[in-house]
């Protein structure tokens, strides 16, 4: 699979990664042997980022993640984490002595001394313009329980205020056929500054896979039952925040864009990776079989109108709602 180099980590990884969230919470159970076996055929497809988060399953998520790596010394892996939503969202929480207690639980949970890369996993807004924020995650470096750091953001507002620092490494941020705000300025101030784009919520919570439609229904336990409105947090981290209804509707444009012998999963994660400026694109996967289709998506070429017809899509059902507000 082909690699690009993440950002001011200078690591190579490749464009299409593994987001892990499925496997710790928030999307119905899987089992730990399941969780593994998503591991394993992730990498034997080719990729090399996994990323994490401390809260996902309570850290869960991540002693997975750590059991594998100890399992697989031999495997050349990036492990991406995020911190900072183990706390009220009060930016008086964003401290050297929080950072330091949350960086040594997921050390632990992933079974090292020093971790590949740390985000911050979207916190309220102030954050991102806080100088003492980033000295005290330079601190994390200087002391070497971090490598690098970088930003999960909601926003372009705050993906833009990250960027300007000349330590972030990295910023997380949705990007996918139904959100395409970060194309404007996010995506030329990362060349720019040679910051790594990693792109989550690629598939809009699944709605790009085609496989919805208005009846369809999710366990209790799923975010995409409970969050809809944003009950639990972010609207936009379910289904990028478009209307479900809509979603499925212009899903439906989608699929019929799509390429004989391709999936409308896997021309969504290829038309994210195409996009100049992102590094990699991060889709879950519950079981094998997706985590091997969404590799693949690494290969797809698209037809040259394939763009034209996304921009189109998205002006027709989503600008007026998404635009202004991530």
């Known amino acids: 699979m082909e690699q690009r180099i993440l950002g001011g980590t200078g690591r190579s990884v490749s464009v299409v990664g593994l987001g892990t969230w499925q496997l710790g919470a928030d999307w119905g159970d899987v089992s730990e042997d399941a969780a593994l076996d998503v591991l394993q055929a992730a990498v034997e497809s080719g990729v090399t980022l996994f990323d994490t988060a401390d809260v996902y399953g309570d850290g869960r998520s991540e002693q997975l993640i750590g059991r594998y790596v100890t399992e697989h010394p031999e495997v050349p892996l990036t492990v991406a984490t995020k911190m900072g939503r183990r706390e009220e969202q009060d930016p008086a929480n964003f401290t050297l002595a929080k950072f330091r207690e949350w960086t040594d639980r997921s050390r632990r949970n992933l079974g090292v001394d020093t971790l590949n890369l740390v985000q911050l996993h979207c916190p309220p807004t102030p954050v991102f313009s806080t100088e003492a924020v980033y000295d005290a995650l330079d601190t994390l470096v200087a002391d070497g329980a971090i490598a690098n750091y970088g930003v999960s953001v909601e926003t372009t507002a705050e993906a833009l205020a990250a960027i300007a620092h000349p330590g972030t490494a990295t910023v997380q941020i949705i990007l996918n056929a139904f959100r395409l705000k970060p194309l404007d300025e996010v995506l030329p101030a990362a060349r720019e500054a040679g910051v790594g784009i990693i792109a989550r ?16 229904e999710f ?17 936009g981290e379910t289904f990028s925040g478009v209307d479900y209804e809509q979603g499925v ?13 391709v999936t409308p999963a896997q021309a969504a994660l290829a038309w994210v990776i195409a996009q100049d400026g992102v590094t990699t694109v991060i889709p879950g996967a519950r079981n094998p079989e997706q985590a091997r289709a969404n590799a693949a998506a690494a290969a797809v070429t698209l037809p040259v109108d394939f763009d034209a017809a996304v921009h189109d899509i998205y002006d027709r059902y989503f600008r007026a709602a998404v635009h202004p507000r991530w």
């Open 219 to 235: 366990a209790a336990d799923d975010h995409r039952s409970f969050n809809r409105h944003g009950e639990a947090f972010d609207v």
């Open 201 to 216: 919520v690629p598939l809009a919570s699944g709605l790009l896979s085609g496989r919805y439609t208005e009846q369809t």
């Open 249 to 261: 509707r212009a899903a439906r444009e989608f699929a019929a864009l799509v390429p004989e012998g």
